[in-house]
DNA sequence: TGTAATGTTTACCAATCGGTCAAATATCCG
DNA sequence: CGGATATTTGACCGATTGGTAAACATTACA
């Protein structure tokens, strides 16, 4: 008798591994596209080429599948904001904040997505997340950002909203994909779309946080 | 033997006004807060005060309530757009445009999540809308911004791109609200975060787009 | 190689899904 | 009033849901 999804061994098998990364690839296909109550189990059995009760095996509820998501996820999602450092030239570290941010939206949409579901429907799976991690560390920079603002470096203005609005207008690139491509229209929805939008937004954000008097 | 919906009677019952009305108000509650498929009619019909069978009634299949609800949230949710005004200031135009996207944000969050649900799960039930209507209204519209820029009134940049960010950053605060308000914490979080966003996104707007050299 | 542990599948379950039906009830109007 | 029409409901349907049980197959390793 089996005693499932890793509680026995230690050590994870390789078929383990391998089958997990299986799953939680597939989950986040199924997950991103159509948020938790909206996926089946058995979607995701499907689009992971295998059975079921075999998903079941390594992991016991649908529930357990997507928190095992969320965390893989959620780390390298902050990344970028992460590397937001404070000694650094504060225009610099905006522009590249705003390209990385960018470029994850352009490369992985489906991540995007996933988190924009879960926050979208009030977030009941990842609530202490938002109110932890992801407010400490947000705490922390927009400190960083407010003294650039008091030395002058960058306009007065309200770190928060500020982070907001980056994360808002280069998410939505990822999330609201459908709506930009039906709005460009074929000929300007081709992958170009994403450097146009890295020219307009570092010309937005540059210019609109350039200290007065400059 | 009663032809349901409407179809016998060319006017509409003082009944079938009210309940319809009573149905597609629960629907948009549900709609908003859980995606079309994550939604079920039994959810509707209990925030709604009536039995499944009753809603049935009126409106013959869970798509046809959310198509109805879709068609009548649309006209109102795009009347923002649509006042942009050709021959009105530049900058007081962005500026009132930003306003009041802001206060549907705030006086209408469930209309925006209802959007945001369906864009994010690939619009499959307004596909035609995004690329009709919508791609029409945000041509019209660019044209505008691209008058204003050729003859130096703002800084020269991308028209499209420009709507994106004022549509992103806006909704954000109606679509993303439990992260805004987990980020914000407790002290923050009360009902003037709308208007620290409105001073920060005018201020980012107005100066990010103020034309070289003035 | 043998065997215990691990992995996979078929068959199934109760609950819930969207939706139907016929009977019961309420409303309208002459 | 009374009958026609409009509205409402409980009981029910087949399909799908998340999840289980147990038999079966494969792998790892002494």
New interface residues.
């Given amino acids: 008798m089996a005693i499932p999804r890793a509680a026995k061994t230690l050590r994870r098998t390789r078929i383990q591994e391998e089958k997990e990364e299986q799953i939680l690839e597939a989950a986040l296909d199924v997950f991103s596209?159509?948020?938790?109550?909206?996926s089946t189990i058995d979607q995701i059995a499907e689009v992971a080429g295998m059975s079921k009760p075999n998903l079941l095996y390594y992991f016991r509820t649908k529930e357990a599948m997507h928190r095992a998501l969320i965390d893989r996820v959620l780390y390298t999602w902050l990344e970028p904001l992460r590397a937001f450092d404070a000694e650094g030239n504060p225009e610099e570290e905006i522009r590249s904040y705003i390209r990385r941010k960018l470029e994850m939206a352009r490369d992985f949409p489906r991540e995007s997505?996933l988190f924009?579901?879960e926050?979208?429907?009030?977030?009941p799976h990842i609530?202490d997340e938002?109110?932890g991690p992801?407010?400490e560390l947000?705490d922390e920079k927009a400190e960083v950002i407010r003294a650039w603002t008091k030395s002058g470096k960058i306009?007065e203005?309200?770190p928060?909203?500020?982070?907001?609005?980056i994360?808002?207008?280069t998410?939505?690139?990822a999330?609201?994909d459908?709506?930009?491509r039906?709005?460009?229209?074929q000929e300007?929805a081709g992958e170009g779309r994403f450097e146009?939008?890295a020219?307009?937004?570092e010309?937005?954000?540059?210019?609109?946080?350039?200290p007065e008097g400059s």
Wanted: with cysteine.
């Fill in positions: 596209a159509r948020g938790f109550r909206g997505r924009a579901n926050v979208l429907q009030g977030a609530e938002l109110k992801l407010k947000v306009a203005c309200d928060y909203h500020l982070i907001f609005s994360w808002s207008t998410q939505h690139y999330d609201f459908v709506q930009v039906a709005v460009l229209g300007h146009d939008a020219r307009f937004l010309q937005l954000f540059i210019g609109g946080l350039r």
